[in-house]
């Protein structure tokens, strides 16, 4: 049987089987579903297993396991190391899903369910075109699979496996799929990724809540202090105002940009699509440069004070801000979360206290768009779409790139089939059943490349 035929006629049992793994709620972030994690740890092994692959194991570590699996037909060919990830971020609001997040419902050609398309649905179509490849004697490479479960905390624990696994993991190219196209009719592949440096902050006032009217004026409210600070942060160009920000900012030619600058993009449509009557960003950068190549600092949440039914007149005595700074190639999170602790505690008045605590980070990446692997990723979505994807630079996160290059001196393809408006981490996150299958039909395409190429 062809491969064609093989995924035909199991597609209604290839999703069925994503369901039941989209019903795991494998929430890394919240220690109360640390017994799910570990189920759908199990579950994605059991089925690499079935598929064939030899060697699997879930790999405990100080934190979430690693499932590991391989097929090694033939030493003398190229080895794909394909890396993502089973945990998922919370659900929260659920209030504000049309569905439950872990009810997976397919409605109007989409799965909708937390970790649909961030990473569970992008992960099983790397499962099942294995499986396609095994069952129809058509495996190109050597494949090692290796899932991870604390992707979205940061991978605190990943970075350790890799630098002690250095052998067992020894491959020619990861392969990723946890990133989006531009369309379904434009499909793209991602070049880089940003880095991250994530920050707390705590502002203290007086010793304890105060009534806001015997003492409102007189003593600072750190809520209106943190507003303040936080504004400073950037300036009338939205340019970042943290001195040394931009050292080491990697600038990208006019060529480059010249080059960016043909992608596809409709703002207007961009806009609509967001219920805004504007975008906002960095002065002298085009939207997609702006996600792209430009580094960013948002608050990511904010609180303090009274915030219950009705008003309470109080100037409260603590503020907090959660912070996160993407960046762009060569800055360091290290030496960015430390300059910006330096620059935060010195623009505190003195009626305050600052507190700064440093969270996860992550160095930024860029994958070659000359390399083997990355025609071999390009072909293979030529095949299948009938058109040539377009090298993109996608806005998010994934640490462990940066280190796929450093520890294992490996590039990366980031072979992704999802879409921006996928609402990953959001209420409402899907995945569209065309790019599951479309997924599913591409993997192989790329085996059979690479191993060409090579
Ligand atoms: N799959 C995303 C990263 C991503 C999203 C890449 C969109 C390209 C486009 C990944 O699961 C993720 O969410 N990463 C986090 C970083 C992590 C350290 C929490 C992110 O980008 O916020
Ligand atoms: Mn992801
Ligand atoms: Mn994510």
């Known amino acids: 049987m062809n491969q064609k035929d093989y995924i035909n006629k ?10 039941d793994w989209l019903r795991i709620p494998s929430i890394s972030a919240d220690s109360a579903f640390a017994s799910d994690v570990q189920k759908a740890a199990e579950f994605v092994a059991q089925k690499l297993e079935v598929a064939g692959a030899d060697n699997v194991s879930v790999e405990q570590t ?28 919370p659900s929260v609001p659920d209030e504000l899903w049309d569905t439950p997040a872990f009810e997976p419902t397919v409605r109007d050609g989409n799965i909708y369910a937390r970790g649909a398309c961030d990473d569970k649905g992008q992960v099983y179509m790397h499962v099942k075109a294995f499986e396609t490849m ?3 004697d058509s495996l190109a490479c050597n494949v090692k699979f290796m899932i991870e479960g604390e992707e979205e905390v940061g991978s605190p624990n990943l970075g350790i496996y890799v630098k002690e696994q250095k052998e067992k993991l020894a491959a020619d190219v990861v ?36 009534h806001s009217g015997t003492y409102g004026g007189a003593v600072a409210n750190p809520i209106n202090v943190l507003c303040d600070m936080i504004s400073s942060l ?17 600038i990208v030619s006019d060529e480059d940009r010249a080059e960016m600058a043909k992608t596809p993009f409709d703002l207007e449509a961009y806009k609509k699509e967001l219920e805004v009557d504007d975008v906002m960003g960095e002065a002298g950068y085009s939207t997609l440069e702006r996600t792209g190549i430009r580094p960013t600092l948002d608050v990511n949440g904010i609180w303090g004070g009274y915030i219950g039914e009705g008003a309470k007149t109080v100037l409260p005595s603590k503020a907090y801000a959660k ?8 800055q360091k999170s290290d030496k960015i979360s430390e300059i910006f602790q330096n620059h935060f505690e010195s623009i505190a008045p003195k009626s305050v206290k600052v507190k700064v605590t440093l969270h996860h980070g992550g160095e930024a990446a860029v994958t070659p ?26 806005g998010g996160s994934i640490p462990i790139v940066a280190l796929f290059e450093e520890v294992l001196g490996l590039k990366t393809v980031l072979m992704g089939f999802g879409l921006d408006n996928d609402a990953i981490h959001s209420p409402n996150e899907k995945y569209g059943i065309f790019n599951f299958y479309r997924g599913i039909e591409t993997i192989p395409y790329f085996f059979k490349y690479f191993a060409e190429e090579e």
């Open 175 to 210: 392969l990723v799929s946890d990133t989006a196209m531009l369309a379904n009719d434009i499909p793209s592949i991602d070049t880089g990724l940003r880095g991250l440096s994530y920050v707390e902050v705590e502002v203290t006032g007086p010793n304890i809540d105060l």
């Open 62 to 89: 100080a934190g979430y396991p690693i499932v590991y699996g391989e097929k090694i037909i033939d030493p003398s060919k190229p080895t794909v190391l394909v890396y993502g990830h089973y945990d998922v971020q």
């Open 134 to 136: 095994m069952n129809t």
């Open 369 to 394: 768009t000359n390399s083997k692997a990355y025609r071999a990723a390009s072909k293979a979505m030529e095949a299948t779409f009938g058109k040539k994807p377009i090298p993109t630079r996608g």
């Open 10 to 19: 199991n597609q209604e049992r290839f999703l069925n089987e994503l369901l």
């Open 234 to 250: 950037h300036d009338e160009n939205r340019h970042i105002t943290i001195p040394g920000f931009y050292d080491d900012v990697e």
């Open 323 to 330: 912070i996160s700074m993407r960046l762009v190639p060569n």
